[in-house]
């Protein structure tokens, strides 16, 4: 090992090195490199069109790319989604794919990993966001936007991931469920669950991630703390700011 080699103890969960992706002849990411530790929240910002969704797709293994991309040290680059989903991601897309003719707890149950209980059961999942233990029985179509897209991360998170990769959460939230979103973030990272968020509100990013990248272009443009990214104004203004 190098002197600059990160110890095991703080190898990072997920590692992502030169990345590059392809969606036909478009060459849309042009080698990323970034990590997310256990139990780290990491967003991801920019602007629409800067490649972060892209960039979730790609480690999902749903896009062409070239490059690494390692969970607790394991190669998944080029291998099927479903594998990587196995190996341990959980991805909720923007479009919250829930199955709206089933109750609450049918949709979490479809969620289960096969063959046993996971580090989350049903109980689990109803204390960290007890509203859904008051609707378990309702149909899942009747539910507000930011009701089903805490289904949507429940029933990711009950399959039990290491990692959860969520593309854009409290998009068409209101303000009270944008909080309740980042508190429901929080506390699943609190018991060890890493999570890769696309977010488009600095704020909520800010307030509840350990670190943030910031991409344009199909490239990492920043990289650092809330605090680095609140005292760097010029970055702000050239990726994030309309």
């Not at 341990?88 to 949709?107: A, C, K, M, W």
């Amino acid at each position: 090992m190098t002197h600059h080699d990160q110890s095991l103890v703080t190898a990072p969960l997920l590692s992502v090195e030169n990345l590059q992706a392809w969606y036909g002849k478009s060459h849309i990411l042009h080698g990323v490199t970034l990590t997310v530790g256990q139990g780290e929240i990491v967003s991801l910002l920019g602007r629409n069109g800067a490649g972060r969704s892209t960039l979730l797709k790609s480690i999902m293994g749903a896009v062409t790319t070239k490059g690494a991309v390692r969970l607790s040290g394991r190669d998944l680059a080029g291998q099927r989604p479903h594998k990587i989903a196995h190996a341990g991601i959980g991805y909720v897309p923007e479009s919250r794919d829930i199955f709206p003719d089933l109750t609450v707890r049918e949709n979490l149950i479809l969620g289960q990993k096969p063959g046993g209980a996971g580090l989350w059961s049903m109980e689990d999942i109803f204390d960290l966001f007890p509203v859904l233990r008051t609707r378990a029985d309702t149909r899942a179509g009747v539910l507000s936007g930011g009701e089903q897209q805490m289904l949507t991360i429940c029933r990711t998170l009950i399959g039990d991931p290491d990692l959860i990769m969520i593309d854009e959460p409290t998009e068409g939230l209101a303000p009270k469920m944008v909080a309740a979103v980042g508190q429901l973030l929080e506390r699943i990272a609190a018991r060890g669950v890493s999570i890769l968020l696309v977010e488009q509100k600095l704020v909520i990013a800010l307030d509840i991630s350990h670190r943030l990248y910031v991409m344009g272009h199909g490239e990492i443009v920043f990289e650092g703390t809330p605090q680095a990214l609140l005292d760097a104004p010029e970055v702000r203004a050239e990726w994030l700011e309309v």
